[in-house]
């Protein structure tokens, strides 16, 4: 260790971040050993810091969408290519999936136009207000999601059991009753904290955002990730779709401060 503080050396730091590489092809282990966890945490933090990548958010996010794929237990869902009806909610997003679809859009001008269109309509409804006004997600085309790659955690993470209850909410305006797999749900939260972890420990701001003006207020600057990892607040001004609850912030900063002197 050195004299100053806890961090590690850096040969410790490179042995450490070959013992991670056994956890990074894994599925997300969420029992009682933080190996799995902390690897993740060391090496989106390590992402987020590689000036040589065109785009690290892409990266960062690239890598947690296919942990959360890796991890879901093959359970039997509903979802299928055309089944759209729930692309209907308020999505909220963190700076890096903002970045990301933002990215991913810049050149296709017809989606662009689409977003601002519903931005128009959405800015400032509340969620109930939105899953009551029925306003389709600009991203969609055909019912089918035109950004499938870079989709944000929250939908890669909204699945459910029954079409019929999907139907009846957001076609026929039924309260909320989606029946969800928990395991799904569980580990959507787990791969979110470990995002919330790596953002602290890089210093980088970890608000979450309603996604159609997060990714327009992306779209309006000039090299907006760059600008936004070197710490600007390109997002000010964007609504935030709530804070992060007090039990899950407390696990996220313990997270942070045992993860980053091995960072």
Same mark, same amino acid.
């Given at each position: ?50 000036? !040589? &990548?065109?785009? *690290?958010? +892409?990266?960062?996010? /690239? ?8 991890? %879901?237990? =093959? ?16 999505? !909220? &997003?963190?700076? *890096?999936? +903002?970045?990301?679809? /933002? ?8 989606? %662009?136009? =689409? ?149």
């Amino acid at each position: 260790m050195t004299s100053g503080d806890n961090r590690l050396q850096r040969a410790e730091r490179r042995a450490l971040q070959r013992e991670d590489e056994k956890y990074l092809g894994l599925p997300l282990n969420l029992g009682p050993d933080p190996r799995s966890i902390a690897a993740h945490v060391r090496h989106v933090a390590r992402l987020f810091s590689q000036p !040589s &990548v065109e785009s *690290p958010c +892409a990266e960062v996010m /690239a890598h947690l969408g296919e942990l959360y794929s890796r991890t %879901v237990p =093959k359970a039997q869902v509903a979802c299928r290519r055309g089944c759209a009806s729930c692309c209907t909610q308020m999505v !909220s &997003v963190t700076a *890096p999936e +903002a970045l990301w679809v /933002a990215a991913t859009i810049r050149r296709r001008a017809q989606s %662009v136009e =689409k977003m601002r269109a519903a931005d128009a309509q959405t800015h400032g409804l509340t969620m109930d207000e939105r899953l009551k006004s029925h306003i389709v997600c600009p991203l969609l085309v055909e019912d089918a999601c035109s950004i499938y790659a870079a989709r944000p955690l929250g939908c890669r993470g909204f699945v459910s059991v029954d079409l019929n209850a999907c139907l009846a909410t957001f076609v026929g305006g039924a309260a909320p009753n989606i029946p969800m797999p928990a395991s799904y749900t569980d580990i959507l939260y787990a791969v979110r904290m470990l995002l919330y972890a790596a953002l602290r420990i890089k210093g980088l701001k970890d608000a979450a955002y309603e996604l159609n003006a997060a990714v327009l207020a992306a779209l309006a600057v000039d090299d907006p990730e760059a600008r936004w990892l070197e710490g600007e607040d390109i997002f000010a001004g964007v609504p935030v779709t709530g804070g992060v609850p007090p039990h899950f912030d407390l696990a996220i900063s313990q997270l942070a401060a045992h993860v980053a002197p091995t960072v």
